[in-house]
């Protein structure tokens, strides 16, 4: 995507810094309770494909931004020969590929999915992944549980970290909810190094989904709900309370 174009080299250090990283176990153990070989949509920089391999698994990930890909072809150079050559990836468009392969599980990770903006562009992608899984093949998708009540319209640090230069990299957030379940995003890097400054901001559009709508939408594109979790700690989705996330998982039938 084109929102990570001047920013995918901070990427993971923002998102590891900020305890972002806690879906990573959890991920890899849906993936050792149902199997691989394991398609990743929206795999960007490898945060979560490497560990998966480094298990063992062999996975696929897909992604639109050549900039998060470059940095994941980088960080391949230096792994051992081993997991790097469990690992594959290839620029594609999530709403629409042909892999020609089938998968034991498809994840889709940390609310990519609502970067698609439609509940039509959702249905596409959950048929292409339908497609692409094994008969009872599994489909974990991770999203965040939508919450009212969160700030809007005011820009908030959400993160702070050092890189290996020396640089301090902050990275703020702003959000506005619109109709039809939409979210429009800011977010603004600041980067400080020596006495200077400078800015990247951009503004993006999520489109998330309810409970029901996400349960009758997977049922709908040929998947039958397995689970439901509120949180990486594995404690079920409770439907009378704000979750921390969304965390579907469903077979494909």
């Not at 993006?204 to 996400?214: N, T």
């Amino acid at each position: 995507m084109r929102m990570y174009k001047e920013w995918a080299e901070f990427y993971d250090l923002l998102y590891g810094s900020q305890g972002q990283n806690r879906d990573i176990p959890f991920l890899t153990g849906m993936v050792m309770k149902y199997g691989g070989p394991v398609l990743e949509c929206a795999c960007g920089t490898g945060r979560v494909t490497i560990p998966i391999a480094k298990e063992g698994f062999e996975i696929y990930g897909i992604d639109t931004s050549e900039e998060m890909l470059a940095v994941l072809r980088k960080k391949l150079s230096g792994l051992p020969e081993g997991t790097r050559k469990r690992i594959d990836y290839a620029k594609r468009d999530m709403k629409d590929f042909d892999l020609g392969r089938k998968f034991r599980t498809c994840i889709i990770p940390f609310t990519s999915l609502y970067h698609l903006e439609t509940d039509e562009e959702m249905r596409k992608f959950f048929r292409c992944v339908n497609k692409h899984l094994e008969t009872n093949g599994t489909f974990i998708v991770d999203v965040f549980d939508f919450n009212p009540e969160t700030p809007q319209g005011k820009f908030k640090l959400e993160t702070e970290a050092k890189d290996p230069k020396g640089r301090v990299i902050k990275k703020y957030g702003k959000t506005v909810f619109g109709k039809k379940q939409t979210n429009d995003c800011w977010f603004k890097i600041v980067i400080e190094n020596k006495g200077k400054k400078r800015e990247i901001t951009r503004k993006f559009k999520l489109h998330y989904l309810l409970y029901d709508q996400m349960w009758k939408m997977l049922e709908d594109s040929g998947f039958r709900v397995l689970e439901v979790y509120g949180n990486y700690d594995s404690e079920p989705y409770n439907t009378e309370k704000l979750n921390e996330k969304m965390i579907f998982v469903a077979e494909k039938i």
